[in-house]
Nanobody, 121 residues
Framework: VQLQASGGGLVQAGGSLRLSCVASGDIGRIDGMGWYRQAPGRQRELVASLNPGGSINYGDSVKGRFTMPRDNAWNTVNLDMNFLNPEDTAVYYC????????????????WGHGTQVTVSS
């Protein structure tokens, strides 16, 4: 299984970006998906996560500005980021909890390679 993320880049404060992440490989079921970010010198933090029940959790710092739309392909998770500010500068990682068809009892955690988002003031 591989997660391929795309969409990062440089944007001015107040601008918008969309990140995308596509899972490929031997996938039985995806039990959860989301985005995390890590800024230099800081711990990785939650941006948004979609839970199996369908609810989405957003990190406090992005509520009202970022959304994780649900109208995607089944193996894709997107992140729409609006009203970006320099504090959003970080490497963004997609995450999926994926069940293998070889073992339906266990969901393994997979991470994308990370995509850089830089917001200039």
């Amino acid at each position: 299984v591989q997660l391929q993320a795309s969409g990062g880049g440089l944007v001015q404060a107040g601008g918008s970006l969309r990140l995308s992440c596509v899972a490929s490989g031997d996938i039985g079921r995806i039990d959860g998906m989301g985005w995390y970010r890590q800024a230099p010198g800081r711990q990785r933090e939650l941006v948004a996560s979609l839970n199996p029940g369908g609810s989405i959790n957003y990190g406090d710092s992005v509520k009202g500005r970022f959304t994780m739309p649900r109208d995607n392909a089944w193996n894709t998770v997107n992140l729409d980021m609006n009203f970006l500010n320099p504090e959003d500068t970080a490497v963004y990682y997609c995450n999926m909890k994926i069940v293998s068809p070889a073992d339906w009892t266990y969901a393994r955690n997979y991470w994308g390679h990370g995509t850089q988002v830089t917001v200039s003031s």
